[in-house]
């Protein structure tokens, strides 16, 4: 993303006067028609976060942000929210769709947009021009099922980043030994235990193509299976650091940098609504560290948009309608500047990242996840495998078992997923 220019801008304006054009001559009624339109949006939290009074309130941030901007081209419409964990989701839409009570937009990862649809809890969204044009193309790939049908719009990115305490540390660790010295300098250091929240370190130890090859089922060299036992080995010497201690997940991780009981932790930026409230002038963030031959890979949240199955034809008329519209480059340009964690998933938006070290840092998460991006897209990271990946790392960091013994049966798992 490169840093906005006044011509830019004036494009930007531009194409926001075609969208309302093209919505007006569209043939959508909603801007002539004063017939208020409630829009039931059920959104997915973080899937280690407990439906709180700090969540709902994250929550509704994001989403006013939206909305707000939503309501200005149609006042009529309005947004009720309702929060779910993401293991109670497909339950509670099979109950409420069974007496005809679900949701008209449902706002989740792009995994599980996919299982609704394949479910049958949502409706396809149709493929217009203006979202296959203002869409990253590879990010509509992550939504769209292999018979064609998209299970959503992609909304925005939340990269993963480091989330520090500047009064503990005013210069962030850029390489895996700093991060190290950080902790021996006294630092108290959180890393998760889950493989997809933990995957960036083997980016970063040089281990991810490895990975990648073993879960495209490829033959693996004495070479790739020393990088992967050399990413767990460092994971396991890591853990024996004083200061620095694995757990369950970034949801714990994110809670105790803000009762400053942590002062260095993992975090996706969709955490920072809540990290900026609570630690102030001292919160800071910056890109994950490197290793010494290769980048960190980030693993990005990304959140799309999916279409109920309870609309009425004026609820959908508007929930399409919403769909398009969060993917104009103003509104997608406006977003990231107005909430300093979202990133765009129009690839023609332009950030002044010079004018922000936050948006500085959320975009070179985002050039550094490119570089693996092939092969962090081939390594399960929210399923069924993912899951016994985790529950073989646990014991790893405890020190109960052994890098070179988890390196054959974390190979084996990655097969299974070929």
Known sequence: MAPASALSIVKLRFSVGLLLVALVLSGCSAL????????????VIG????????TQKDARQRVDLIVSSFQKLYPNVQ?????????QLISELRRR???????DLVLTDAQQAKDLLREGLTDPLPQTERNRVQTDPGLLKQVRLNDGRLAGQPLVMFPQIACFNTQVIQKPPKTLNELLEVGAAGARVGLPANMDEVLWTAGSLNALPALAAASRN????????????????????????????FFE????????????ELDWISCTSDMLFRLRDQ?????????????????????????????????????????????DFVTNPLVQRNLSLLSMSFVPVNPDVMIPTKSSKTLAALEQALESSQVQIDNLSVIDQDG????????????????????NTNTDELIQILNQGS
């Not at 997940?249 to 400053?260: A, S």
């Not at 279409?307 to 034809?313: K, N, T």
């Open 79 to 87: 947004v009720q929210l309702a929060l779910y964990q993401r293991s």
């Open 384 to 403: 069924p495998l993912s899951r016994r990946m985790t529950n073989l790392l646990i014991p790893l960091v405890f020190g109960v078992s052994q890098p």
């Open 32 to 43: 002539s028609n004063n017939t208020p339109v409630m829009l039931y949006l059920a959104m």
């Open 279 to 323: 630690l102030g002038d001292d919160f800071g963030i910056a890109p994950l560290p490197n290793g010494p031959e290769a980048p960190a890979a980030p693993v990005h949240l990304l959140r799309v948009l999916a279409l109920g199955r309870d609309s009425s034809s004026s609820q959908r008329s508007m929930a399409i309608a919403l769909s």
């Open 218 to 245: 490829q033959d693996l060299s004495a070479e790739d299976r020393d990088r992967i036992t050399g990413w767990l080995t460092w994971l396991q010497q890591a853990s024996n650091q004083r200061n620095i201690t």
């Open 249 to 260: 997940n970034q949801g714990q991780l994110t809670t105790l940098l803000g009762k400053r």
């Open 97 to 103: 769709n069974a007496a005809d009570l679900g949701p």
């Open 47 to 54: 899937k280690d976060d407990r439906i709180s009074s700090d």
